[in-house]
């Protein structure tokens, strides 16, 4: 955060380094862009844009410097850019803010007080896969991050019964049974954006014909075994790896799909059994 700061008061117009921020802080940008989305509830991307308006607003309402000077100060072009970025986030043009003085969103600094205590257990084990293939069915769906997803469930329901069963025959190594494979997915996990999500199964042979295949490369992987109500328990474990799980172990999250597999499910209980694969390295 104090990255952050730093970077909109000496150089607002230009993007923040994640990468850089990364870096020093000893992780990846692929884990501190999950971490932050997960922890903040926001993007980081999106964290930024709204302390860049934040500071922006502050510029228009306290100076009399022109809305060109302060749109380029910001990163902006032009002014017309400039007020479409600041209504998008106040709700109220540069010009009226200027005059009335607000109504404005402003975006406080975040400040994290992470408490890691353990006290809800995680049945979690570490395991190494070789590379495998992940085979079946994909397609592009928005990412939605609470309830049932309807473009997943529309794709799912669009496979027949019998095709289920010819890729469950196909299975033959772990992860097991009929896999929700999320990969492609947009570093900030911004809701909306879209993933590839691919219904299938893993695999070390050959993927048949007309079917869609994900290469998985060998690596090491965090597997959550979660108990409940679906998909609810399923995406509170998802949650909870960032908030209690990864900031207490030496682990974290490297590029790769995302998979979830349900080993029972209960449709008229509406509860399942299931393991949550993330990809992760040493930290």
């Not at 395991?127 to 309807?150: D, F, K, Q, W």
């Not at 609810?232 to 790769?256: D, H, Y």
């Not at 995302?258 to 499910?265: C, D, M, S, T, Y």
Request: hydrophobic share 40%; aromatic share 6%.
């Amino acid at each position: 955060m104090d990255d952050v700061e730093s970077h909109l008061v000496t150089d607002p117009s230009a993007p923040v380094d994640a990468s850089g921020t990364a870096t020093r802080t000893g992780t990846t940008e692929h884990h501190l862009r999950r971490m932050f989305a997960s922890l903040a509830g926001m993007p980081l991307s999106e964290y930024v844009r709204r302390r860049r308006m934040s500071l922006a607003a502050s510029d228009l309402v306290t100076t009399n410097d022109d809305l060109l000077t302060v749109a380029v100060r910001y990163g902006y072009g032009s002014t017309e850019a400039f007020g479409r970025a600041f209504r998008a986030v106040h709700g109220v043009g540069p010009s009226d803010a200027r005059r009335d003085g607000g109504p404005l969103r402003t975006q406080p600094r975040i400040r994290f007080h992470l408490t890691v205590e353990g006290s809800v257990p995680m049945d979690t084990r570490i395991t190494s896969l070789p590379a495998v293939r992940l085979i079946g069915y994909a397609t592009r769906v928005p990412l939605i991050h609470e309830g049932i997803n309807p473009h997943i469930a529309d794709h799912v329901a669009s496979i027949a019964v019998e095709e289920i069963k010819r890729l469950k025959s196909l299975n033959d190594t772990e992860p097991s049974g009929v896999l929700a494979v999320s990969d492609d997915l947009d570093p900030d996990r911004t809701e909306g954006s879209e993933l590839t999500y691919l219904h299938g199964v893993a695999t070390t042979a050959a993927a048949p014909e007309g079917l869609d295949v994900i290469q998985v490369p060998a690596g090491t992987w965090a597997v959550f075994r979660t108990e409940g109500p679906h998909p609810q328990a399923l995406q509170e474990a998802w949650a909870a790896t960032s908030t209690t799980w990864f900031p207490s172990q030496p682990w974290r999250l490297r590029p790769g799909p995302e998979i979830v597999a349900i080993l029972a499910f209960d449709a008229e209980a509406g509860t399942a059994t299931g393991e949550l694969w993330l990809p992760v390295e040493p930290s």
